[in-house]
Structures are given as C-alpha cells and as structure tokens.
C-alpha cells in the first residue's frame, strides 16, 4: 500500500488542498481530504492531476522531429520522409526508439498511451517468426518504462483510395499488411493483455481498408469488446476520394458499416460536413484531435466545439511527435477555436481536463482512468506551481500555463516512475538521441 500526500489535488468535484490518496495493487483505495501527510507518504508538490491520456501515438515518427521543415511541402511529403524511416525499423530498433519516446511522454506528464501501430511485418510484407514481434516490442518497451499501454492494432490493407477505388500497396505499405482482415483478427487475438496493457483495435483509414473488410474489423472489436481507432477526414483529399469512389463521405461509410459507437474514437476529424457531426454525436463516439501534429502538417482546424456539442467526447494525442507536451495540446484545442470564433472561452477548464484525461482513459478503453477517486487506477501527474511559467498562475490556471517541463512526479498504476523531474532509465534525450540515430543512419 502507497499513500500518495498531495499538496493540491484536482478531485471530480474541484480542486481541494492536503489530500491524502491511499493506493494499493495500482488502484486508488481511498482519497481522504483536509489530511497533514503522515510518515511513510509520498509528498507530491504543486498541484496534482488525474493521469493524462496520449490518444494517439505513432512512437517512430518521433524521428523525424525538426526533419522534415526545409522544403515546405504537405502531409503527403512530409508522410515520404516518414515512410524513409520505416525501412530501417525492426523489433530492435522499433523497441529501442518506443521505450525512448515513451519515457519522454512520462516525463512530460502523459501517464496512458495509445499506440496506433501498422509497422507489422519485415520488408516486403514477409512474416518474422513470431507475427506479433513487433507489438510485442512496444508492450516490452511501455512496461519497461512503466507507462500504461493500449495497443492499437491496425488493419492496413491497400495502398490509397482515388475516386477508382483502392490502389495495391507500395513496397513501402506491404510491411503494414497482413493480406486480409480476417489475417489481421487472427493475429490481434494471439496479443495478451496484462494490468497495465489492453490490446484495441484500428482502422488505419477509409484510405487503407476496403468497405467489405470494415465490418470484418469492426466485428472483430465488437467480439474482442476493443476500444476502435480510425484517421478519420485528416485531409481533403481522403474525402474527395472517398466522395468520388463510394458517393459518400469517410464518416458515412464508417456509420453505414456500423462503425460508429461509444467505443470507436476518429482521429483528427478535420474536414467534417454537418452531417458527419451529427452521425458522431448521435453514436457518442470519440474524436481525438492531435493539436501540434494538424498545424505542424497544415491538416487545418477541426470543428471541436461543433463536435462537443453534438455530444462527441473530445480526447486529445500527440500523433507523431512534432511536440510531446499534453498542456500544449489542450491549449491547442481551445486556442485554435480562439481564432476561428474570435472568441474566449470556448471551452470550460473542467471539459478541457476531461479531454486530456477522463475522455483519453475512455477512448483507450480503461474505464476506471482519467480521475482522482477510489476505485480508479492510481495514475497522478504533479505539477509545480512555482516555475518561471506556473508562478502566480494558481492551481485553476495550470491548463492555461504549465508546460511540459513543470512536471515533477508521475504515478502509473500506484508506482512513482518520475521522481523530481527524473525518469528512472536516467538521461531520456541520450535516450532518444541514440534510438533516433539508429534509424536514420
Ligand atoms: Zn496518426
């Protein structure tokens, strides 16, 4: 049993001073209020958050951080540098370059990650011995750095979608396929799940998964009963495609194969009609928006406030890594709002806490995550209050002003794995560093 003192706490029902939160086998027992710390409790300073939820991670596209700038170019060029760095990808380098990218999440605060992964074989789509190798790699490399992990398996079957219909996969994409959905259930079903693993399910796109392997998908989540993930209108393009070759829009098609539920979370949901809106409020499906990823990508601004008030929960992620700071996405989600409406407060601080923890726990499928109450998992994010950027800006004001670095402890399932600002593998960017490196040479 751990005792968690906190100096302040953000409860479901405010933020409350001296909280003692009682722990035990990675669960919070008990959260008792107005306490003095008592000998043997672990102090945590500042203010204390529930966990916060990455919703969306691709962990090998943090190689390309501050690479792919010098000749301007969109999402498609920037996803041909990427798809450069995938030939050198596999179970060693893979494991090595998650495990790196993972503590960097920790150390920043996000204590839950959901890893949207289609790097599934060797080159040219041939089997390594083991077919789950490298999803095993990423569970290996989240539970050695002690963050909680669902894994994302993603259906990857063609190679792009044009108003002809879907194209074969490049030489690049065979590695991402395993030739058939039903191919792709069989081997999802052979991952374990552990206490601080879940194994979920993916869509890569309507882009990459013909309509008729859409419902193999989507049942085989439903059996499984898997959170599903989905790129949903990131772009344009995918939705003129989609529009020329089925007459509808990705969200459509998605709804008519009984895609959309409370479980399934779109990611981006970008270029949405008011139709689309209204099919995922209907459904009350979530949508994780990735903030620092659309801008870095020049994706465009999703409709957040439009989606929330038709009744889609909000999450939030960090995609591919131009940023790992989850104050600075919620920021992102309420600030690019600001901009389109010109107008403030688009949101209530409460919903933007949901979004960056409650609503990411849901949509990776831990229903017992996201808030500091007993019987959920003991996952805390301290922050101080006393940094050049938090100084003054009082406990209400951390979503607004913290960043990344203000982070001073982080607790995953009852365990501290950041102590004072450190992770215990030691140095994090030597870390990245060396992983990164490993890949682009
Ligand atoms: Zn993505």
């Known amino acids: 049993m751990t005792t968690f003192w906190c100096e302040h706490a953000v409860l479901p029902g405010g933020v409350r001073r001296s909280v003692r939160v009682v722990t035990d086998r990675g669960r919070i027992l008990d959260v008792r209020l107005d306490e003095p710390a008592e000998v043997g409790d672990t102090r945590l300073r500042g203010v204390v958050l529930p966990g916060l939820a990455n919703g969306h991670s691709h962990a090998f596209h943090r190689a390309l951080r501050g690479r792919t700038h010098d000749d301007g170019g969109n999402f498609w060029s920037w996803r041909d540098a990427m798809y450069a760095v995938t030939h050198r990808l596999d179970p060693e380098t893979y494991h090595a370059l998650a495990r790196a990218v993972f503590a960097e999440m920790l150390l920043a605060g996000y204590t839950a990650v959901g890893e949207f992964h289609y790097v599934h074989h060797a080159a040219g789509g041939r089997l390594y011995d083991d077919p789950n190798v490298m999803g095993k790699a990423l569970i290996s490399a989240a539970r050695e750095v002690g963050i909680r992990i669902t894994l994302l398996d993603t259906c990857y079957l063609a190679g792009g979608?044009?108003?002809?219909?879907?194209?074969?996969?490049d030489h690049v994409q065979e590695r991402f396929s395993d030739g058939s959905a039903e191919a792709w259930a069989e081997r999802v079903e052979r991952l374990a799940e552990e206490e601080t693993v879940r194994i979920g399910a993916a869509v890569h796109s309507v882009r990459a998964v013909p309509r008729d392997d859409l419902t193999v998908v989507g049942e085989a989540a439903t059996r499984g009963e898997r959170p599903l993930h989905v790129h949903l209108s990131e772009q344009p393009g995918e939705n003129l495609a989609c529009e020329g070759f089925y007459g509808c829009s990705p969200t459509e098609l998605l709804a008519g194969e009984g895609l959309l539920t409370p479980s399934t979370t779109v990611v981006h949901a970008t270029h949405l009609s008011d139709r689309d809106i209204e099919l995922l409020g209907t459904a009350r499906s979530i949508a994780c928006f990735c903030?620092?990823?659309e801008r870095d990508l020049a994706d465009g601004i999703g409709p957040a406030r439009r989606l929330h008030d038709a009744g889609v929960r909000l999450a939030l992620g960090s995609d591919q890594h131009a940023v790992i700071d989850p104050f600075?996405?919620?920021?992102g989600v309420e600030m690019h709002?600001?901009?389109e409406s010109l107008e403030r407060g688009r949101f209530a601080g409460a919903d933007l806490l949901d979004m960056a923890s409650l609503n990411g726990y849901r949509s990776l499928g831990w229903d017992d995550g996201g808030r500091i109450a007993t019987g959920h998992v003991a996952d805390l994010v301290a922050v101080r209050l006393d940094s050049p950027r938090t100084a003054g800006a009082g406990t209400r004001?951390?979503?607004?002003?913290?960043?990344a670095t203000d982070v001073t402890d982080v607790v995953v399932a009852g365990e501290q794995v950041v102590v004072?600002?450190?992770h215990s593998s030691g140095d994090v960017g030597r870390l990245l560093a060396d992983a990164i490196a490993a890949v682009r040479r």
């Open 161 to 169: 979608l044009t108003a002809g219909g879907h194209v074969p996969l």
């Open 337 to 339: 709002e600001r901009l």
């Open 328 to 331: 600075e996405e919620v920021r």
């Open 397 to 403: 004001g951390v979503l607004y002003a913290a960043t």
């Open 420 to 422: 004072d600002g450190r």
């Open 291 to 293: 903030p620092t990823t």
